[in-house]
């Protein structure tokens, strides 16, 4: 919004000319944030918050409407229509939005040696909706809502995921099997709890942090050929952690998409279960 203009008549009086001999008041508000209009039987109140050089400063007007039918609007091109604002005691404003994220990146497990439970780096997908609050301000954003993850490992080449008694472990394919290859996938359920602060007006720069509730649940895949058939065989994971708690920071700067690094300090098995596995992802949110 480039500009935003205030008239009021020294008369009182809205939408009808001045008397001859008097003047307006013209107040011009440059790149303000959010214009409030409230218009009730015959009151109306303009509110203006935020503008050029000024991300605080607050304007509002009383205006008297001794005719309803001097008021005329014209709207064009409304975005935001998902946001309601809140009045505050303060008489600034508190904003809710809606909001969608995702993610892509790479799965390691950096406390263990790779060549035991992996093959190379796993890959990692994800996506949530989220509840935005801005109660101070456009600068500062709280989120929660809810989305899924999925993490997947290659195993170590002609091994696969097995259940022996209660402990998941990796075991060769027998002999005569052929083209073998075997992976872990981890599904999870999230609660994201974010924490967003913009450095500057237009969100440009930025740093959040957080945490993720997951619920877990997995699954094992493993594919041979044998006598030239082939064969695909898949079962649950077992003695998964089923509740696990993990920290995010995402940082978004000019011209890059946002870099997010997320670490899980609970292992991905529960104790006695199966490997001392613990999870590092690093990739873009869009």
């Given at each position: 919004?480039?500009?935003?203009?205030?008239?009021?008549?020294?008369?009182?009086?809205?939408?009808?000319?001045?008397?001859?001999?008097e003047?307006?008041?013209?107040?011009?508000?440059?790149?303000?944030?959010?214009v409030?209009?409230?218009?009730?039987?015959t009151v109306?109140?303009?509110?203006?918050s935020?503008?050029?050089?000024?991300?605080?400063?607050?304007?509002?007007?009383?205006?008297?409407?001794?005719?309803?039918?001097?008021?005329?609007?014209?709207?064009?091109?409304?975005?935001?229509?998902n946001?309601?604002?809140?009045?505050?005691?303060?008489?600034?404003m508190?904003h809710?939005?809606v909001?969608?994220?995702?993610?892509?990146?790479?799965?390691?497990?950096p406390?263990?040696?790779?060549?035991?439970?992996?093959?190379?780096?796993?890959?990692?997908?994800?996506?949530?909706?989220?509840?935005?609050?801005?109660?101070?301000?456009?600068?500062?954003t709280?989120?929660?809502?809810?989305?899924?993850?999925?993490?997947?490992?290659?195993?170590?080449?002609n091994?696969?995921?097995?259940?022996?008694?209660?402990?998941?472990?990796?075991?060769?394919?027998?002999?005569g099997?052929?083209?073998?290859?075997?992976?872990?996938?981890?599904?999870?359920?999230?609660l994201?709890?974010?924490?967003?602060?913009?450095?500057?007006?237009?969100?440009?720069?930025?740093?959040?942090?957080?945490?993720?509730?997951?619920?877990?649940?997995?699954?094992t895949h493993r594919?041979?050929?044998?006598?030239?058939?082939?064969?695909?065989?898949?079962?649950?994971?077992?003695?998964?952690?089923?509740?696990?708690?993990?920290?995010?920071?995402?940082?978004?700067?000019?011209?890059?998409?946002p870099?997010y690094?997320?670490?899980?300090?609970m292992?991905?098995?529960?104790?006695?279960?199966?490997?001392?596995?613990?999870?590092?992802?690093?990739?873009?949110?869009?």
């Amino acid at each position: 919004m480039k500009a935003f203009v205030v008239a009021a008549l020294l008369t009182g009086c809205y939408g009808l000319p001045a008397q001859a001999g008097e003047k307006g008041d013209t107040l011009v508000f440059e790149q303000v944030d959010r214009v409030r209009i409230e218009t009730r039987d015959t009151v109306q109140r303009i509110t203006v918050s935020g503008a050029k050089d000024n991300p605080e400063m607050y304007y509002t007007q009383r205006i008297a409407i001794p005719d309803t039918t001097a008021v005329r609007r014209q709207m064009m091109n409304i975005r935001d229509f998902n946001k309601v604002q809140i009045p505050r005691r303060d008489g600034k404003m508190s904003h809710w939005g809606v909001s969608f994220h995702a993610n892509l990146g790479l799965a390691t497990l950096p406390d263990i040696d790779d060549s035991e439970v992996m093959r190379g780096v796993g890959t990692e997908l994800g996506f949530a909706f989220t509840a935005d609050w801005n109660p101070f301000g456009k600068k500062n954003t709280w989120r929660a809502g809810l989305g899924l993850n999925y993490r997947t490992y290659r195993a170590p080449k002609n091994k696969y995921w097995s259940k022996e008694g209660e402990e998941m472990h990796l075991v060769p394919f027998a002999d005569g099997m052929e083209d073998c290859s075997a992976d872990l996938s981890i599904y999870s359920l999230q609660l994201p709890i974010v924490y967003t602060h913009k450095f500057d007006n237009r969100g440009r720069w930025s740093v959040s942090l957080g945490a993720l509730v997951n619920w877990n649940f997995g699954q094992t895949h493993r594919s041979y050929e044998i006598n030239n058939e082939d064969y695909d065989v898949h079962a649950a994971a077992r003695g998964l952690r089923p509740f696990t708690v993990d920290a995010l920071a995402i940082v978004d700067v000019p011209y890059l998409p946002p870099l997010y690094v997320r670490y899980a300090p609970m292992t991905v098995f529960r104790d006695g279960r199966g490997p001392k596995m613990r999870q590092l992802s690093f990739g873009i949110c869009f």
